[in-house]
């Protein structure tokens, strides 16, 4: 793949830039050969049948419509072949791969602040991992603004009141300008950000390090964090009442009637192996319809959870 | 010079009836065509002067000359002045004003008085978009876009109220237009007898009438919204924003055809008279004309492929889009295939639409590349589309506008200006011109965002190049001033027709006598009948003219 860029392109970094290269050159091309066309007739006309004297009158043909059809046929010709090219890249530029990961993007006066699925976040530099999609899922603090990567061909406007989604797969690790494109007020032109493409061990370590408890932050403080970030709070309360699933407020030490009607104390191991494999004790009077969190959550993250729950101990 | 001769000569419009007054309550066409002039003129300089500013600040990617604030102003006022009060009315009003009864054998316009309001309401509307100025300026690009529109301190409610008020000014001249053609036609001159400006002129006046209500109500949508915080664009309000986008292209895209058609009109007879030939596809320039005006109101949504419309409303809109490049294409190979076996005579007019053709087809491929939806998501809003818009409009409305200015000249002022001048000057816009904007295409397929104050070092060089080019544009601009108003008082006598052309303006002196001709006009021959018309006999009548 090309990584130097062209006069016109700059180097192209992603999955969908090759196509759209193409079709910019495609159409270039063509104007090229027809402007060429246009040109070199009114220069020869102009040469050739240049007023010498006194004006003549001319014999040639006021319309033929022969010619007419011709030209009028082959530009149309061409023009719906680029059409479609850029109907179908289009589509494919909005229909997000179903093994991208999602990055949740906010755009505010006037910086870009990016959320990962692993907690992790960041202002102004989107770290992703090379030769993986990528959706984008973004929104508006104010006005619109509209998110730019050139090397990566991509770009979307981010509204206020919606969200609007894109993707891209990047192809080269390096760093890459992420402009706004969309005019926002005094800042607009500081609006730059950089997306900076790693291999997928530097990501994950990039994540691991950006994703762990804030400076100073207790462990049982960055569960409390991952309740709500992991969305343990949409079936599970902290003040004791009822939900899809039990509440966590005085649950560590407490004995709990499971369904298939043996009792079991609630300890580390328990609370580790119903946050990993909530299959496998079911309390009595819930239904099975935990998913797992294998994979979602990481060692220290399921301890801070466990740190949190026995933090519960009354009432708040 | 006997006294006949010099009664006559008083009675040119410039001198009958004299004085002041009898200018500014004039219902002379060709009196408020040159009001226009006055007016456009001032405008495009004005614009002209944000222009140079916004270049010099962006010879350099930190701060120049003017902090961020004052540039954002700077080019919404750039854009708003050579759009609302500059580009929209120069050809239709000004010029259009001037030379469409002169060109269909007319006494005036169907409403004069209309005509006259139609001067007032622009120069009351120019004066509260200028108003915006000393009330601090507005910063929103001349989009207005939502919700930065509305929630932004500057001065948003003057620049657009002017707008507002402005557009009644072009659909006053649009109605004008369109029953002046239906009905006021000399006798003989049938639809396709019409010279090709007019028909130009009236398909522009048909999208003037019908769209621009439209602008007209989206600016009051969104003065209301700010005046009263009632929510129709601001999301905060329980507005959206993308609604404004819509209502705000559905008008402006076709008046991108606003500017263009009439353009197109001047080509028309520019190329069939110095090169001295029927002009070429007749039927097919006329028919093209009103199916771009037809078109275009279909395609607003090419300004969105990246605002988060569904695919489908993008395909559509792409599609239409394309098809609007038909017609033009259809036009640019008419008006070369005119010039074949023709009789070329290369005066400054001709020369300016031989530009035309170079600038304005280079400013119509780009637009194909634009229509592509693939495409068009990595050049949105970066310097190409800066680049597009400024080959159509500047390369192809305004290179059009100054060859009708050139061509129209002797005839609006009985004065021929400096042949010699107004080639340097058009080779040094034409040279600079390329200069600035061409390198523009280059950053900004290469990314470089549009409406950025300052820029990454990447682009600097290209950016420095631009700079330099819009120099010697801008003198080129200095020298046509120079020479042009030279003329008003040096230049020399101009005949009737000094162009040998066969449309109905030149058939009566130049100036114009106050009521255009000294006797009814009737069509005796077409418009561009160089092919039945014998040349002797007419070099005959030519050189009577001049010897008198």
């Known amino acids: 793949m090309d990584t130097t860029g062209t006069l016109f392109l700059p180097p192209s970094g992603s999955t969908i830039s090759g196509e759209v290269d193409f079709q910019f050159y495609f159409i270039y091309a063509a104007s090229i050969f027809f402007f060429a066309v246009v040109t070199f007739a009114s220069l020869l006309f102009v040469v050739r049948y240049r007023r010498r004297g006194e004006p003549t009158r001319s014999d040639a043909p006021t319309h033929n419509t022969l010619l007419e059809i011709v030209w009028t046929a082959i530009p149309t010709v061409l023009i719906v072949i680029v059409f479609v090219m850029g109907f179908r890249t289009y589509l494919k530029m909005h229909v997000v791969p179903g093994d991208a990961m999602e990055i949740k993007v906010t755009a505010q006066k006037w910086f870009w602040s990016f959320d990962y699925p692993e907690g992790a976040s960041a202002v102004n530099e989107l770290v992703v991992p090379v030769n993986q999609p990528v959706k984008l899922l973004m929104s508006s603090q104010d006005v619109i603004h509209s998110f730019f990567v050139p090397n990566f061909r991509v770009k979307m406007d981010v509204l206020p009141n919606r969200y609007s989604v894109t993707w891209f797969e990047a192809t080269q690790t390096g760093e890459f300008d992420l402009f706004c494109t969309e005019y926002c007020g005094k800042g607009h032109a500081e609006m730059i950000g950089k997306v900076k493409v790693v291999s997928e061990s530097e990501y994950n370590n990039w994540v691991e390090a950006g994703a762990g408890p804030a400076e100073g932050e207790g462990l049982a403080d960055y569960g409390r964090r991952l309740y709500v970030s992991k969305a343990c709070n949409t079936c599970h309360s902290i003040d004791g009442s009822g939900n899809v699933g039990p509440s966590f407020l005085q649950k560590f030490g407490a004995e709990e009637a499971l369904a298939d009607g043996s009792f079991i104390t609630v300890d580390e191991n328990y609370l580790r192996e119903s946050i990993l494999n909530p299959q496998a004790k079911i309390v009595a009077g819930y239904d099975p319809v935990m998913p797992t969190y294998q994979g979602l959550l990481k060692d220290r993250e399921v301890d801070a959870l466990i740190e949190f729950i026995k933090s519960l101990k009354d009432g708040q | ?548």
């Open chain 2, 1 to 548: 010079m006997s006294t006949l001769e010099k009664a006559i000569a008083d009675t040119n419009y410039l001198k009958d009836p004299p004085g002041i007054k009898n200018w500014l309550f004039t219902l002379d066409h060709k009196r408020i065509g040159v009001l226009y002039l006055y007016g456009i003129m001032a405008s495009f300089l004005l614009g002209g002067i944000f222009a140079m500013l916004l270049r010099l600040e962006l010879l350099s990617p930190d701060q120049v000359i003017v902090d961020a604030d004052t540039y954002n102003q700077f080019f919404t006022l750039h854009g708003a002045v050579m759009i609302f009060l500059f580009i929209i009315p120069s050809i239709p009003a000004a010029l259009g004003n001037f030379v469409l009864p002169l060109m269909i054998g007319a006494k005036d316009v169907a409403f004069p008085r209309l005509n006259l309001a139609s001067w007032y309401i622009y120069v009351a509307g120019a004066i509260i978009c200028l108003y915006s100025i000393v009330a601090g300026g507005a910063d929103t690009g001349w989009t207005f876009y939502t919700p930065y529109s509305t929630q932004t301190s500057t001065a948003v409610i003057s620049l657009t109220f002017g707008a507002f008020v402005l557009g009644f000014s072009s659909i006053f001249t649009g109605i004008n237009f369109i029953a002046t053609i239906h009905k006021l036609r000399a006798p003989g001159m049938s639809w396709f007898k019409m010279p090709l400006m007019v028909w130009a002129l009236y398909a522009t006046s048909i999208i003037q009438v019908m769209a621009t209500p439209v602008l007209g109500i989206t600016l009051v949508l969104l003065i209301v919204e700010r005046a009263f915080g009632i929510g129709i664009f601001d999301p905060a309000m329980g507005g959206d924003p993308v609604l404004y986008q819509h209502f705000f292209w559905f008008y402006s895209h076709p008046a991108v055809y606003i500017m263009i058609l009439p353009a197109m009109g001047i080509i028309s007879e520019l190329i069939s008279t110095f090169s001295h030939k029927k002009i070429f596809g007749y039927k097919m320039i006329a028919f093209s004309s009103l199916g771009i005006a037809f078109v275009s109101f279909l395609v607003w949504g090419h300004h969105m492929f990246v605002s988060g419309q569904s695919e489908l409303a993008a395909m559509v809109f792409s599609f239409l889009t394309f098809f609007v490049g038909i017609p033009s294409g259809i036009k640019v190979f008419n008006w070369v295939a005119t010039m074949y076996k023709g009789s070329i005579e290369l005066k400054t007019p001709m020369l300016y639409a031989l530009s035309f053709l170079f600038l304005f087809t280079i400013g119509g491929f780009t637009g194909i590349v634009l229509g592509s939806l693939a495409v068009d998501v990595h050049l949105h809003d970066t310097y190409f589309i800066v680049a597009h818009f400024h080959y159509v409009m500047m390369g192809g409305t305004v290179m059009a506008f100054l060859g009708g200015l050139h061509y129209w000249w002797p005839k609006m002022w009985g004065r021929m200006y400096s042949e010699f001048w107004a080639k340097i000057s058009l080779a040094l816009i034409f040279i600079g011109f390329n200069a600035t904007f061409f390198t523009q295409f280059i950053m900004g397929s290469q990314g470089m965002p549009r409406r950025y104050a300052t820029y990454v070092d990447t682009y600097h060089r290209l950016h420095a190049f631009s700079t330099y080019g819009s120099w010697v544009l801008g003198l080129g601009f200095v020298v046509m001033a120079v020479y042009l108003i030279h003329s008003l008082f040096k230049g020399s006598k101009a005949p009737a027709n000094p162009w040998r052309s066969l449309t109905m303006e030149w058939e009566t002196t130049s100036p114009p006598i106050t009521h255009n001709f000294d006797r009814p006009m009737v069509l005796e021959h077409g418009p561009y009948d160089y092919d039945v018309i014998d040349p002797k006999r007419r070099l005959e009548d030519h050189k009577r003219e001049v010897s008198k």
